[in-house]
């Protein structure tokens, strides 16, 4: 759809609608000057977008424009060979025709396995500069992020000069930044950054397309300038009164300067509602705006109802966003209702974080299984729950693992010997459950069953290796459900679950496998070979285990193993439905990726858990080619990512399982631990934060003070980081970091402000008449008196609350009230 913004002028009570003139909002910048590099190869020929001859293949590439979230950018000729298609960013500055812009967008990706923290500079005429930060996903990756384009699979170079056609999906991806529209812009600098890529040496980035999106205004008129940017329809839905309520993401942005008086801002209650010409859609949830300052916006979500006998995904092209009673721009399309998913990329793909899961922010990790019991690796080389994997990998004194357990265990004792020492004898379900809501944890996720293939719950007939037949003889997983149900109702469940097993015998089909063409086929060793599976260079080989001192002796054993005719059939799809209905998860939490029956059986889950009015999620290493949200391990980054994201890591800064060798002094403190909370969701993310308990059940003391810690500071601060979104103008300035909400505006601080006074040089959506409170242990403070100075800084005085401040430790939270009018 072409994208045309209409603005609207507010005063307090009435709301004036103009038609923005044609042909100015959107300014697609002229790379060719610049274009440096070949991204795309049309079958036969080939180009090399990531330095080792591999490609997106130019067939399966848009022509033209692409317009997605409502911004259109205008796109390079992937198809023609004799002319190159992007740059490749080493710091060029990009001129820009002069003017005022609301938001830089651009199209790109990274060209390795990786993602990649990166800044761009907004040049401005009078020679100042603003830095705009992404986070940049890879163009193909076995754990996917989202992105507009998409290819079926890509092309992957070989050191001989010949490519292959590898079936993972290759992407390009869309970024917004907002830049200052008080100011002429006149250049962007491209970022100067490279990383290290994962099998593939160093990685860059790639720009294919770049899009200003104008302010429309040189100078402040005074009134607001709102406008529809874009008009999403998602896949959440709200419960009310037994009726299932879509939700719509209406994103408006305000383009007043961002300097202009207060007259300029939306200061007072607007109403958002949806309205059809044809009458299918009714607004049973309207949604709200309170305050938005010139160059700003704002995510809205709006509730709507389809007419009686309209099929759920209707297409309407009759749709318009009223604001107050009054029409805002031209008739936009949303897809009407939520139909049922089908087997297949394109209903997959409509799938995202439930609400619940976005306003959660916080959840706990759990790391428990039979590693639990040997606990150990050089700490800060390796994960300890890996110890089976460290003891054959390898298989000699070079392994420190193979070492360790040669010493203390002997060259006899097997890895499954471990079983009965895996007990859970103090482990009590009440008190964990308990302990998740004393943290401030609004769901939990455990391990089901780790890669060595040893599980938590009941597995039927695919498998006896779990804790109901060895070790503990409990259905560990069943009894914490259970709890969770009966005492923490409010909790949300997430089960963890590896899609591979090391030395599962039924599994070597796939990890030996070349699956080139989208099938599976036995392939040689040789990483040369057009099938050289990913997955066997990270050990996922399948097979039993050779015993790792003495190569004539038998292979290990897998107690517990069932013989089946197909891993995938008969193992991974039992066990996922069985996490699916009976133990009724909320997030199936997959690890590693690869070979995947997900895809075939997630439409079923989706639509038994929509039936029952429950909201689910899929992280993204079910080895599909659409998620929910993407799941970085010990990852930070230092700009917004407008994609759901989480986090994880342990407790433990070396290892998500239990290791021996980790002195509890250099466990994570709760400063760490509440610093990394608010940095990630203030940059749109959730803050999965793992333990690893012992054999017995016992969480570490570590462990267990610092995440009480953050419990007592979410008790008293928590109103700043649950149901939040992500502040559009900046996520951080120094060591302040912003959140939102309908009704409040939220500055979190990490230092203590020893001077009774917080500052900020951000263009705050702040007014006098907002009412400033400090987020306590006891509940709000009093009122807080703030001001702006002569140049535009904001202060905050705090001196006169210095004893509560006192009370508070590692993080400082103030809440701004929005006062209408």
């Not at 433990?652 to 466990?667: A, F, I, L, V, W």
Request: one cysteine or more.
């Amino acid at each position: 759809m072409r994208w045309t913004l209409w603005l609207a002028l507010f005063a307090t009570c009435l709301v004036h609608v103009y038609a923005a003139e044609e042909g100015v909002l959107q300014t697609h910048v002229d790379l060719t000057p610049f274009l440096n590099n070949k991204a795309a190869a049309l079958e036969g020929t080939i180009a090399s977008f990531d330095g080792h001859n591999g490609s997106y293949p130019a067939e399966y590439l848009p022509i033209g424009t692409l317009v997605d979230a409502s911004i259109t950018y205008k796109l390079p000729n992937f198809s023609d060979m004799s002319t190159l298609d992007n740059v490749n960013c080493s710091g060029q500055v990009i001129p820009v025709p002069v003017g005022r812009y609301h938001s830089f967008g651009w199209l790109g990706a990274t060209d390795g396995f990786s993602s990649l923290n990166a800044n761009f500079t907004a040049i401005y005429e009078d020679n100042s500069t603003e830095t705009l930060g992404y986070v940049v996903a890879p163009w193909w990756t076995s754990n996917p992020s989202l992105g507009p384009i998409t290819a079926p699979f890509f092309n992957w170079g070989l050191s001989n000069g010949t490519t292959y056609q590898n079936h993972n999906i290759s992407r390009m991806f869309t970024f917004q930044h907002r830049l200052d529209n008080s100011k002429n812009l006149s250049g962007i600098q491209l970022a100067n950054v490279t990383g290290s890529a994962r099998f593939t040496g160093t990685l860059s980035i790639h720009v294919f397309a770049m899009t200003l999106v104008s302010s429309n205004s040189s100078e402040s008129s005074g009134e607001p300038l709102l406008a529809v940017q874009d008009v999403r329809s998602t896949t959440k839905f709200r419960t009310q009164n037994d009726t299932q309520v879509q939700l719509i993401e209406v994103t408006l942005n305000n383009f007043a300067p961002n300097d202009a008086p207060i007259s300029s801002w939306i200061t007072s209650k607007q109403t958002i509602a949806l309205h059809s010409a044809s009458g299918t859609i009714h607004t049973v949830i309207p949604g709200e705006v309170n305050r938005l300052r010139g160059g700003d916006q704002v995510r809205v979500i709006v509730g709507i109802v389809t007419e009686e006998g309209i099929e759920a995904g209707t297409k309407l092209d009759d749709v318009q966003v009223v604001v107050n009673g009054s029409p805002l721009g031209e008739q936009l399309g949303i897809v009407a209702g939520i139909p049922d998913y089908f087997v297949g990329d394109e209903s997959l793909k409509t799938h995202e974080s439930p609400e619940w899961f976005d306003g959660a922010k916080f959840g706990l990790f759990v790391h428990w299984g039979i590693y639990s019991v040997p606990a150990w690796t050089v700490s800060g080389t390796q994960y300890a729950e890996w110890y089976w994997y460290w003891q054959h990998n390898p298989a000699n004194a070079s392994s420190a693992v193979w070492l360790h357990h040669k010493e203390v265990y002997g060259e006899d004792f097997l890895y499954d010997d471990f079983f009965p020492n895996f007990t859970a004898s103090v482990f009590d379900v009440n008190a964990f459950v308990q302990f998740v809501a004393d943290i401030g944890a609004k769901y939990y996720v455990i391990t089901t069953k780790h890669h060595d293939g040893f599980a938590l719950f009941d597995t039927g007939n695919s498998s006896n290796r779990n804790s109901l037949n060895y070790g503990p003889k409990r259905d560990l997983i069943g009894e914490i459900l259970n709890a969770t149900k009966a005492t923490q109702p409010q909790l949300y469940s997430g089960l963890y679950f590896s899609l591979p097993e090391w030395f599962n015998p039924a599994y070597a089909k796939y990890g030996h496998a070349d699956f080139s063409d989208g099938l599976y086929h036995p392939r040689s060793d040789d990483p040369s070979n057009p099938g050289y599976n990913i997955l066997q260079r990270t050990g996922f080989a399948g097979g039993l285990a050779q015993n790792a001192y003495n190569s004539s002796a038998p292979l290990e054993p897998y107690t517990g193993y069932i013989e089946v005719d197909d891993y995938l059939e008969d193992i991974m799809k039992p066990q996922m439905e069985t996490l699916f209905y009976k133990y009724e998860t909320d997030i199936l939490w997959c690890d590693v990726g690869g070979p995947t029956i997900a895809p075939e059986i997630l439409p079923a889950w989706y639509n038994w858990a929509k039936a029952n009015g429950r909201q689910v999620a899929l992280n993204a290493r079910c080895g599909t080619n659409y998620s929910d949200f993407d799941n970085p391990e010990y990852s930070v980054t230092s700009s917004l990512k407008t994609r759901k994201w989480e986090s994880s890591e342990g407790s433990d800064p070396y290892s998500y399982g239990y290791n021996q060798n980790t002195s509890y002094e250099n466990y994570r403190n709760t400063s760490y631990l509440v610093h990394s909370l608010v940095d990630i969701v203030s940059k749109n993310g959730n803050y999965l934060l793992d333990i690893g308990p012992t054999a017995n059940g016992t969480i570490v003391p570590p462990s267990r003070d610092s995440l009480l810690g953050v419990g007592r500071w979410l008790n008293a601060s928590g109103d700043a980081i649950y149901d939040t979104q992500y502040w559009f103008v900046t996520a951080e300035e120094g060591n302040l970091r912003f959140t939102t909400k309908q009704d409040a505006f939220y500055i979190i601080s990490f230092l203590y402000p020893e001077d009774g006074v917080v500052r900020s040089t951000s263009p705050l959506p702040l007014k006098t008449g907002d009412k400033a409170t400090f987020l306590g242990v006891n509940g709000i403070s009093q009122e807080l008196d703030w001001q702006w100075t002569a140049d535009g800084v904001f202060e905050l005085s705090v001196g006169e609350i210095e004893d509560e401040l006192r009370m508070v430790g590692d993080a400082w939270a103030f809440k701004f009230v929005y006062h209408s009018g």
